[in-house]
């Protein structure tokens, strides 16, 4: 199992990113999905989450109307996209799935995942 989180940068206040998550070595349309981001000097939270069948999402409060999560099971992927960033999204953002398939905790946390693909540093300037 293996997950790559791709698309952060540098990027101004007011502006967009996507990210991207691509999977490889199991089928990414049988897991749910999470993103989460760690903040300098913050313990990792949870940003958004969606089901495998993609039938319930969760948007963290602090983004909910700038980002959505959304997946590609053709192409093995998910994304966030990001708009309206603010200095406050800075972070190190990553995607995780559940250590099973058809499973998912009810809570977008760290406890319900089990798999973690490495960072992608976004930065957003004021």
């Known amino acids: 199992v293996q997950l790559q989180a791709s698309g952060g940068g540098l990027v101004q206040a007011g502006g967009s990113l996507r990210l991207s998550c691509a999977a490889s070595g199991f089928t990414l349309a049988a897991y749910a999905i999470g993103w989460f981001r760690q903040a300098p000097g913050k313990v990792r939270e949870g940003v958004s989450c969606?089901?495998?069948?993609?039938?319930?999402?969760y948007l963290a409060d602090s983004v909910k109307g700038r980002f959505t999560i959304s997946r590609d099971n053709a192409k093995n992927t998910v994304y966030l996209q990001m708009h309206s960033l603010k200095p406050e999204d800075t972070a190190v953002y990553y995607c995780?799935?559940?250590?099973?398939?058809?499973?998912?905790?009810?809570?977008?946390?760290?406890?319900?995942?089990?798999?973690w693909g490495k960072g992608t540093l976004v930065t957003v300037s004021s």
């Open positions: 995780a799935v559940p250590n099973s398939h058809h499973w998912y905790s009810g809570s977008c946390v760290e406890s319900g995942m089990g798999y």
């Open positions: 969606m089901t495998w069948s993609g039938g319930s999402t």
